[in-house]
């Protein structure tokens, strides 16, 4: 079955550290989505990337790097600078043109 | 940063009744308006992706229009029922394939 998924489902991490959040799509979709929820708001966008070795900021990039190296993969590091990492962070894919989102399941990130 | 809104921020009906959100984003540089549905626990599916002003859509007792001019789209549930408890966000998406959520309206249904 085509897809997006994202791993790992939950992550906990020290302060100082940095971390990569996994997602992999099969869908065959150029492009790709990183979002944020925290409690009480909607998905805020971190960054996308239209095309593999190509992408753009979001309206939240400080603090968050990405790689498009291959089509099904656009993997999120969240730096030791990213003032408050802990969240529910999503990712998508997206068809051509007007073509809808399509959803992982999301990793919850906890920062202590 | 772009202004995409909705409202309400949340709505309580009674199952049976019919309700109604708004999304209003700007008029420049559109290129569609997208609605999802996102249930606790389970990942936002889409409801519509619309382009044309004027644009009405409708699955089964949803349904949604589009006013590009004036930068709003209004999303219609008929007779509400439990099972249509959840988040739906509606999200911008401009010509160069950014797409802005809006915050989001929770609707919670009673039986």
Known sequence: ??????SPK?????????????????????????YRQDPGQGLRLIYYS??????????????????????????????????NPTAFYLCASKGINNSPLHFGNGTRLTVT | ILNVEQSPQ?????????????????????????W???????????????TLNGDEKKKGRISATLNTKEGYSYLYIKGSQPEDSATY????????????FGGGTRLMVKP
């Open chain 2, 10 to 34: 949340s709505l309580h009906v009674q199952e049976g009744d019919s309700t109604n959100f708004t999304c209003s984003f700007p008029s420049s540089n559109f290129y569609a308006l997208h």
């Open chain 1, 10 to 34: 939950y992550l906990f991490r020290k302060e100082g550290q940095n971390v990569t959040l996994s997602c992999e799509q099969n869908l065959n979709h150029d492009a790709m989505y990183w």
């Open chain 1, 1 to 6: 079955d085509g897809g997006i998924t994202q």
């Open chain 1, 50 to 83: 239209q095309i593999v070795n190509d992408f753009q900021k979001g309206d939240i990039a400080e603090g968050y790097s990405v790689s498009r190296e291959k089509k099904e993969s656009f993997p999120l590091t969240v730096t030791s600078a990213q003032k």
């Open chain 2, 89 to 100: 966000l509606c999200a911008f998406q401009s010509a160069g394939n950014m797409l802005t």
């Open chain 2, 36 to 50: 999802y549905r996102w249930e606790t626990a389970k990942s936002p599916e889409a409801l519509f992706v619309m």
